[in-house]
């Protein structure tokens, strides 16, 4: 018998009973987790279960209050990005961490060491962008980038770093099914060759395909550890929620008027990096609806300016909205028409970081608003309280900073305010970016509880899960343009797929000849009938 075996390799991260306490919350209790080299190790927990502050703690951006952190068999003390980047830590966050005003390279040099010249960086993100399929411009700046295109910028400047161990924060929120495919195959890839993998997502296939282990938290603590690919989403549901998420009840839809009326929409991009809108033409009509699926950059966020009152450039005529010509109102002249909207970024267009979610409401209802401008306090509070109450949603109150919430609370207050203004058109962009599986089903309840009861609802997403559950018709946006739309029982993943690359033209005149060969028929039958 060999006495002298050698000892297990070391594990990539060790972390002991990591402990952090803010003034409101425990985020994080005891926490211990291990990670081996080339592991892709999920960490799943409802919002506000601690995962993200777990992940900045070994990131170095926050300082844990007790506990130690072990990287390659070493105790360390991360005190800052920068040292965790030079042990080989790398991290992708939900909320990205870009300057506005400096261009994709520009951005990506500065997490990067400064003996590369910029030009070296930008050949290195061109040919990083090719292998991975991430396309990105490096000369663009970023205020140009739609929420997509940024998170692509984040994920090559991570794997540009080489890490030893790369931390992934939501990395597919906005991603469409081929990207997704891409970055797993990147991911696999990384993992083969020895880099360990933190992966947070609250997408339960994805984390049975693509990762070994699985750590789960529940309010700071850990409660599990699994294999994930032993598991099922609804035995992954109840260890993150104690339950699994309530099935959504689709009923036929119940049509009514038209309550948005887009006709011949073209408008030029606002910059040289935007999306010219050519031709759009849309209906939805009170009871339905209707989902805008596409790759992310391709005229989404054009579209939903225009819509919403952002940009008033359209033709009076060419948006309508409850029969009213709306192309050139502003925003408040449309709510008093029953639109409302949720934008999909969430900090600094849907919420102002710093200001309390109480007041926070007032960016779009003005029900505690007196005579004279006069706010009534009370009843604001009671207001943002209901809401908080009536969406689950984790937050110290409605004093609480909307900067102090996490991403997917956050996301549920915006979408609450909105659905509680009883809308009659209610425009959603990424209803559930960063939400878990539990707060989407509700949201995406709610979104058909509105349908139901009358509202007219577009929902712009890049989760075609999502859009497939709660869409009744489905059209999809490439390069400025709208498809046609297609019925949700009709469509197929691999046909909105090929739609995203604007390849639809071809299915509609195959599906006219159809129709064309369908009616020769009849008319053949009834002559000879005759």
Not at 150 to 162: G, K
Not at 436 to 443: E, Y
């Given at each position: 018998?060999?006495?002298?075996?050698?000892?297990?390799?070391?594990?990539?991260?060790?972390?002991?009973?990591?402990?952090?306490?803010?003034?409101?919350v425990?985020?994080?209790s005891?926490?211990?987790?291990?990670?081996?080299?080339?592991?892709?190790?999920?960490?799943?927990?409802?919002?506000?279960?601690?995962?993200?502050?777990?992940?900045?703690?070994?990131?170095?951006?926050?300082?844990?209050?007790?506990?130690?952190?072990l990287?390659?068999?070493?105790?360390?003390?991360?005190?800052?990005?920068?040292?965790?980047?030079?042990?080989?830590?790398?991290?992708?966050?939900?909320?990205f961490?870009?300057f506005?005003?400096l261009?994709?390279?520009?951005?990506?040099?500065?997490?990067?060491?400064k003996?590369?010249?910029?030009?070296?960086?930008?050949?290195?993100?061109?040919?990083?962008?090719?292998?991975?399929?991430?396309?990105?411009?490096?000369?663009?700046?970023?205020?140009?980038?739609?929420?997509?295109?940024?998170?692509?910028?984040?994920?090559?400047?991570?794997?540009?770093?080489?890490?030893?161990?790369?931390?992934?924060?939501?990395?597919?929120?906005v991603?469409?099914?081929?990207?997704?495919?891409?970055?797993?195959?990147?991911?696999?890839?990384?993992?083969?060759?020895?880099?360990?993998?933190?992966?947070?997502?609250?997408?339960?296939?994805?984390?049975?395909?693509?990762?070994?282990?699985?750590?789960?938290?529940?309010?700071?603590?850990?409660?599990?550890?699994?294999?994930?690919?032993?598991?099922s989403?609804?035995?992954?549901?109840?260890?993150?929620?104690?339950?699994?998420?309530?099935?959504?009840?689709?009923?036929?839809?119940?049509?009514?008027?038209?309550?948005l009326?887009?006709?011949?929409?073209?408008l030029?991009?606002?910059?040289?990096?935007?999306?010219?809108?050519?031709?759009?033409?849309?209906?939805?009509?009170?009871?339905?609806?209707?989902?805008?699926a596409?790759?992310?950059?391709?005229?989404?966020?054009?579209?939903?300016?225009?819509?919403?009152?952002?940009?008033?450039?359209?033709?009076?005529?060419?948006?309508?909205?409850?029969?009213?010509?709306?192309g050139?109102?502003?925003?408040?002249?449309?709510?008093?028409?029953?639109?409302?909207?949720?934008?999909?970024?969430?900090?600094?267009?849907?919420?102002?970081?710093?200001?309390?979610?109480?007041?926070?409401?007032?960016?779009?209802?003005?029900?505690?608003?007196?005579?004279?401008?006069?706010?009534?306090?009370?009843?604001?509070?009671?207001?943002?309280?209901?809401?908080?109450?009536?969406?689950?949603?984790?937050?110290?109150?409605?004093?609480?900073?909307?900067?102090?919430?996490?991403?997917?609370?956050?996301?549920?207050?915006?979408?609450?305010?909105?659905?509680?203004?009883?809308?009659?058109?209610?425009?959603?962009?990424?209803?559930?970016?960063?939400?878990?599986?539990?707060?989407?089903a509700?949201?995406?309840?709610?979104?058909?509880?509105?349908?139901?009861?009358?509202?007219?609802?577009?929902?712009?997403?890049?989760?075609?899960?999502?859009?497939?559950?709660?869409?009744?018709?489905?059209?999809?946006?490439?390069?400025?343009?709208?498809?046609?739309?297609v019925a949700?029982?009709?469509?197929?993943?691999?046909?909105?797929?090929?739609?995203?690359?604007?390849?639809?033209?071809?299915?509609?005149?195959?599906?006219?000849?159809?129709?064309?060969?369908?009616?020769?028929?009849?008319?053949?039958?009834?002559?000879?009938?005759?």
């Amino acid at each position: 018998m060999n006495t002298h075996a050698s000892p297990p390799p070391s594990a990539r991260l060790v972390l002991q009973g990591i402990t952090k306490r803010y003034p409101s919350v425990v985020a994080n209790s005891g926490v211990s987790l291990t990670v081996q080299p080339g592991e892709t190790h999920a960490v799943l927990g409802e919002n506000g279960a601690g995962k993200s502050t777990l992940m900045k703690i070994i990131y170095g951006s926050v300082k844990p209050d007790e506990g130690t952190v072990l990287f390659n068999g070493q105790s360390v003390n991360v005190r800052n990005p920068q040292e965790a980047r030079a042990l080989g830590i790398s991290m992708v966050f939900q909320h990205f961490s870009l300057f506005d005003t400096l261009t994709v390279a520009e951005n990506v040099w500065l997490g990067l060491d400064k003996h590369f010249k910029l030009a070296e960086v930008t050949r290195r993100i061109t040919q990083k962008a090719s292998e991975y399929g991430l396309d990105i411009d490096p000369s663009r700046p970023v205020h140009t980038l739609s929420v997509g295109e940024m998170q692509r910028v984040e994920i090559i400047r991570a794997l540009l770093t080489d890490p030893k161990l790369l931390i992934l924060d939501e990395p597919t929120s906005v991603l469409t099914p081929q990207a997704v495919e891409k970055l797993f195959v990147v991911l696999k890839k990384l993992a083969a060759e020895g880099c360990s993998i933190l992966y947070i997502s609250h997408k339960l296939h994805e984390i049975r395909e693509l990762c070994t282990a699985c750590t789960v938290l529940r309010g700071g603590k850990v409660t599990g550890v699994c294999n994930p690919a032993e598991e099922s989403n609804a035995s992954l549901s109840r260890l993150m929620i104690g339950a699994e998420p309530p099935a959504l009840e689709h009923r036929p839809a119940k049509l009514g008027a038209t309550v948005l009326g887009v006709s011949g929409l073209s408008l030029p991009r606002l910059d040289q990096f935007g999306v010219d809108l050519i031709d759009v033409n849309l209906e939805v009509r009170a009871g339905e609806v209707v989902g805008i699926a596409g790759v992310s950059g391709n005229g989404q966020q054009e579209l939903l300016y225009a819509l919403s009152g952002e940009d008033t450039r359209a033709a009076p005529a060419a948006i309508s909205v409850a029969g009213q010509a709306a192309g050139q109102l502003p925003p408040q002249r449309r709510r008093a028409l029953g639109l409302y909207f949720v934008p999909e970024e969430r900090l600094g267009r849907g919420a102002v970081p710093t200001m309390g979610l109480a007041h926070n409401l007032l960016l779009t209802r003005d029900e505690a608003v007196g005579g004279g401008g006069w706010l009534k306090l009370g009843a604001l509070e009671a207001q943002a309280a209901d809401i908080i109450r009536r969406f689950n949603v984790k937050a110290g109150g409605p004093q609480a900073a909307a900067k102090s919430l996490s991403g997917g609370n956050l996301q549920k207050f915006i979408v609450g305010r909105e659905i509680d203004a009883k809308p009659r058109l209610l425009i959603v962009s990424q209803p559930t970016w960063g939400v878990d599986v539990g707060a989407a089903a509700q949201i995406r309840g709610e979104i058909l509880a509105l349908r139901d009861a009358g509202c007219a609802v577009l929902v712009v997403s890049e989760e075609l899960d999502e859009l497939f559950e709660i869409s009744d018709r489905l059209h999809v946006i490439a390069k400025g343009r709208l498809s046609p739309s297609v019925a949700r029982t009709q469509a197929t993943v691999e046909k909105i797929g090929e739609w995203m690359s604007g390849l639809w033209n071809e299915d509609v005149q195959a599906h006219l000849a159809e129709l064309d060969q369908a009616h020769g028929a009849a008319a053949e039958v009834s002559h000879v009938q005759a």
